[in-house]
């Protein structure tokens, strides 16, 4: 048994925790990462017991000056955190009581419950701006690409089959709606972690004159107005973890959509596609076969994605059988939410790195999309042009490409005459529709591949991108 008392709670124990539960207990091997929130939600608190008077501003200020010292120690080093005070919260409150006596008052009509709640939506404020300006980088590095190989064509693939010829260029700008859809999602996100908890107390408020709008404002918990936003339960607001899983969402849907273009780009580095080189920087070798150059930075992006999306299940796994409120389970809500960041970040800044020193090969793209197949759907879309009825049109051409494949002669180089056997409707013209560049020029409503769309889409992200 461990000989010491608890201080923070310890008044009606005889004994002080054994050193296997301080172990098993303790959280601030991880959540220390909180500290600066911590600070700032002590600070604030401090200021507003000062303002209701129930601490008098020179304490207020001694509390301050205190805490800002104990920051200092903590982003220098210099700090000893001790396992047997539990978490961040208690470690900061023991020594910072230790060297301001005034700061047994700072824990004045506040639990650790609605600190703790306080301090993740600080924290999910900032990892908002960092994830959001992370995405924004990858987007950059991706309209680069895309406006370097606007003129390069691929085929576009179903099924991994190859189906109809698409930019290089607009297969990009697909991935920069995926990411442009997260990006909203985090700004949706930061404005639902924007709502105060403090004066929740562990369960039930307080009974103490304190100022909730006070707090709210010194800390940023504002509308777009600028108005301050408290929590309206207290009891949902110490117990609720919908933004911890809102999180994990927002991030897994980031991580799948990494996981998609590190899969991508994986296959088009291949030897059998070939279309792009990947950057030296971000592949490795192997220890056996001295040739290889493997795309691992992709493959671990698509892993770590595996992890992130495990993270989600574990938050909603964990939450899902709580009574109301608080229960010490939700101490294991922060490693998921620390991963999750951690992980994303990190995926999106490689993603950024693979993608911004990725070179095309122009070669390889133009042998695989000259493949008259991928383009007759558009002798199709001819036929139907000549009155033909869609369905005919289809059936049509499929006994084109039948032929073309029991005669071994490509579908464009069936002979006239021998096309007009099955379709009086075809004519000399039908040659065109084999025209990559026809074909992309042909598609230039909203949404579509053609080149002056690809140029209003690259103009438009440019300016978002900027705002
Ligand atoms: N370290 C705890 C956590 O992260 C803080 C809250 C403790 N509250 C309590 N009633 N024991 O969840």
């Not at 040739?291 to 595996?306: F, W």
Request: proline share 5%.
């Amino acid at each position: 048994m461990s000989e010491k008392k608890q201080a923070t709670w310890g008044g009606r124990f005889s004994e002080g925790p054994a050193d296997q539960m301080v172990r098993f207990s303790e959280s601030v091997s991880f959540d220390q990462r909180l500290a600066p929130y911590d600070i700032q939600g002590s600070m604030a608190h401090a200021r507003m017991l000062a303002s209701v008077g129930l601490v008098s501003e020179e304490e207020a200020a001694a509390i301050c000056s205190g805490l800002e010292r104990i920051g200092e120690e903590i982003r220098s080093g210099n700090f000893t955190w001790d396992p047997a005070f539990e978490d961040v919260h208690m470690n900061i409150e023991q020594a910072l009581t230790k060297a301001v006596p005034e700061a047994a008052k700072l824990h004045t009509a506040r639990s650790r419950n609605d600190q703790v709640a306080t301090d993740m939506r600080l924290f999910f404020m900032d990892a908002g701006e960092q994830l959001a300006s992370v995405l924004k980088g990858l987007m950059r590095a991706l309209l680069n690409q895309a406006e370097a190989v606007r003129e390069i064509a691929i085929p576009g693939y179903t099924h991994l089959q190859r189906a109809q010829p698409v930019s290089m260029a607009h297969h990009l700008l697909a991935y920069m709606e995926m990411f442009s859809r997260d990006l909203e999602r985090v700004q949706e996100f930061d404005k639902r972690a924007r709502v105060c908890p403090l004066g929740s107390g562990a369960i039930a408020g307080t009974t103490l004159p304190i100022d909730r709008e006070f707090v709210a404002r010194e800390l940023g918990f504002v509308d777009e107005q600028g108005n301050p936003q408290v929590t309206r339960n207290s009891m949902d607001a110490v117990a609720d973890r919908d933004l911890f899983i809102e999180f994990a969402g927002v991030c897994s849907l980031v991580a799948t959509h990494l996981s998609r273009v590190a899969e991508d780009i994986i296959l088009w580095s291949s030897q059998e596609f070939g279309f792009v080189r990947l950057p030296d920087a971000y592949t490795t070798g192997s220890s056996l076969m001295p040739q290889k150059k493997n795309p691992d930075s992709l493959e671990l992006i698509r892993g770590k994605s595996a992890r992130i999306m495990g993270q989600l299940t574990t938050l909603l796994t964990l939450v899902k059988g709580l009574p109301l409120t608080y229960n010490r389970d939700l101490q294991e809500d922060k490693p998921p939410v620390f991963d999750c960041l951690d992980m994303t970040l990190d995926c999106l800044l490689v993603l950024e790195g693979t993608i911004a020193g990725m070179a095309v090969n122009p070669e390889p793209c133009k042998k695989a999309v000259s493949d008259p197949l991928l383009l007759a759907t558009d002798l199709v879309d001819y036929l139907v042009l000549k009155g033909v009825p869609f369905r005919d049109a289809h059936h049509i051409v499929g006994a084109l490409v039948g032929l073309s494949e029991k005669s071994a002669c490509s579908l464009n180089d069936i002979p006239l005459d021998e096309a007009q056997k099955i379709c009086p409707q075809i004519e000399a013209d039908w040659t065109e529709c084999f025209s990559v560049k026809k074909a992309l020029s042909l598609r230039e409503r909203p949404g579509m591949p053609g080149p002056q769309q690809i140029g209003v889409e690259l103009k438009r992200w440019k300016t978002v991108l900027n705002s």
